[in-house]
């Protein structure tokens, strides 16, 4: 595809670039995972410039779409690209040779891949063949937009979120058990979208035999643009414990054992970001294990009141306000009458 590059210089013009890659690349979220999804724009010495995006597992690269589409008119480019580009032969042929081969003459990379496999071997292969490369433009849009993928490189496992709805005095559920609905259907929506950009999605069994959910995207979908998986949106469905036979959120995976092994297994099978609904059991055990990287709460205008509703985290709390959890305020919005609020440890992630 062809796109006008902003009319910009230096630096200005870098950013102007790059913001069309990550908008690329986040075209592309749905449907190349488990691969990163990348963004890449050739910018021809002319000033024309041909985007691409990654294709889904056994396609092509995003730097090899973006390259076919600018054909000759590579030679002399400068290339922008979100990600690292692979330097080995994986399903495909390394892009780094493409960009070698095409004769272009830069390349701006917004963040290096972890892959053990690539680690800055990509960005040394093309040092080596005369190529300048320029690292860090974009660096935190695109660590935003790659957060799960780097994570899961990094340690092997996927990145955990912790969904959450409550009152505002933290209740998730009243005292007969019931939790429908307490946040709105913008918050309901926005929850749904988080389900979408997760590989999994997970619950206790006893969230399964209370709520009988279906653990689908129904009620959001993407923009038009956005390239979607031959599957569908719905992310794997996951069950902690044994799930009633004629339970709607079957076909899921029932599992049992120490969380920490789950998640090194989930992270070996491809699961780049895992999203943890509950129940209150759940969550807390998440929660104290250390194992969440996000929490998104939703909260309603609403109190529960009393002392029978089941809390946001259940299990044993600190035994004094020096043991508190504190973390930081990431992100606050409202939704419809709700209040987003995303939290994260304390202990910045390494992007």
Same mark, same amino acid.
């Given at each position: 595809?062809?796109?006008?590059?902003?009319?910009?210089?230096?630096?200005?013009?870098?950013?102007?670039?790059?913001?069309?890659?990550?908008?690329?690349?986040?075209?592309?979220?749905?449907?190349?995972?488990?691969?990163?999804?990348?963004?890449?724009? *050739?910018?021809?010495?002319?000033?024309?410039?041909?985007?691409?995006?990654?294709?889904?597992?056994?396609?092509?690269?995003?730097?090899?779409?973006?390259?076919?589409?600018?054909?000759?008119?590579?030679?002399?480019?400068? *290339?922008?690209?979100?990600?690292?580009?692979?330097?080995?032969?994986?399903?495909?042929?390394?892009?780094?040779?493409?960009?070698?081969?095409?004769?272009? *003459?830069?390349?701006?990379?917004?963040?290096?891949?972890?892959?053990?496999?690539?680690?800055?071997?990509?960005?040394?292969?093309?040092?080596?063949?005369?190529?300048?490369?320029?690292?860090?433009?974009?660096?935190?849009?695109?660590?935003?937009?790659?957060?799960?993928?780097?994570?899961?490189?990094?340690?092997?496992?996927?990145?955990?979120?912790?969904?959450?709805?409550?009152?505002?005095?933290?209740?998730?559920?009243?005292?007969?058990?019931?939790?429908?609905?307490?946040?709105?259907?913008?918050?309901?929506?926005?929850?749904?979208?988080?389900?979408?950009?997760?590989?999994?999605?997970?619950?206790?069994?006893?969230?399964?035999?209370?709520?009988?959910?279906?653990?689908?995207?129904?009620?959001?979908?993407?923009?038009?643009?956005?390239?979607?998986?031959?599957?569908?949106?719905?992310?794997?469905?996951?069950?902690?414990?044994?799930?009633?036979?004629?339970?709607?959120?079957?076909?899921?995976?029932?599992?049992?054992?120490?969380?920490?092994?789950?998640?090194?297994?989930?992270?070996?099978?491809?699961?780049?970001?895992?999203? *943890?609904?509950?129940?209150?059991?759940?969550?807390?055990?998440?929660?104290?294990?250390?194992?969440?990287?996000?929490?998104?709460?939703?909260?309603?205008?609403?109190?529960?009141?009393?002392?029978?509703?089941?809390?946001?985290?259940?299990?044993?709390?600190?035994?004094?306000?020096?043991?508190?959890?504190?973390?930081?305020?990431?992100?606050?919005?409202?939704?419809?009458?709700?209040?987003?609020?995303?939290?994260?440890?304390?202990?910045?992630?390494?992007?």
């Amino acid at each position: 595809m062809s796109a006008d590059a902003p009319e910009v210089t230096s630096a200005a013009r870098d950013d102007g670039v790059m913001a069309m890659a990550v908008a690329q690349a986040d075209r592309a979220r749905f449907w190349a995972r488990p691969n990163p999804w990348v963004g890449a724009v *050739v910018v021809a010495p002319s000033g024309a410039a041909f985007a691409g995006f990654t294709e889904p597992p056994g396609g092509r690269h995003a730097e090899r779409v973006a390259l076919d589409a600018a054909g000759d008119d590579a030679a002399g480019a400068t *290339v922008y690209v979100t990600l690292e580009p692979c330097c080995h032969h994986g399903r495909t042929p390394p892009c780094a040779d493409a960009l070698i081969d095409a004769g272009v *003459v830069r390349v701006v990379v917004g963040v290096t891949d972890p892959d053990p496999q690539v680690a800055g071997r990509g960005i040394e292969r093309l040092r080596q063949a005369g190529i300048r490369v320029d690292l860090g433009t974009g660096h935190e849009a695109v660590s935003a937009l790659l957060a799960p993928y780097l994570h899961h490189r990094r340690t092997g496992r996927p990145l955990v979120v912790l969904k959450l709805a409550a009152t505002m005095d933290g209740r998730t559920a009243a005292a007969d058990g019931s939790s429908r609905w307490i946040t709105g259907p913008e918050a309901r929506t926005d929850a749904h979208r988080l389900r979408a950009e997760s590989d999994a999605i997970l619950v206790g069994a006893g969230t399964v035999r209370a709520d009988d959910p279906t653990l689908t995207v129904r009620d959001w979908a993407p923009a038009d643009d956005v390239a979607r998986p031959e599957g569908g949106l719905d992310p794997r469905r996951i069950v902690l414990g044994r799930a009633p036979a004629q339970a709607r959120v079957h076909p899921a995976t029932e599992a049992t054992g120490d969380l920490s092994d789950l998640l090194d297994r989930w992270g070996g099978e491809g699961v780049l970001q895992l999203m *943890v609904e509950g129940g209150a059991t759940v969550a807390g055990a998440f929660h104290r294990g250390g194992l969440v990287d996000r929490y998104v709460l939703y909260l309603a205008p609403a109190l529960a009141g009393g002392d029978e509703g089941a809390p946001l985290l259940g299990g044993p709390g600190p035994s004094s306000m020096a043991d508190l959890w504190r973390g930081r305020i990431h992100a606050v919005e409202t939704l419809g009458a709700d209040l987003r609020v995303e939290l994260r440890p304390t202990v910045p992630e390494e992007d």
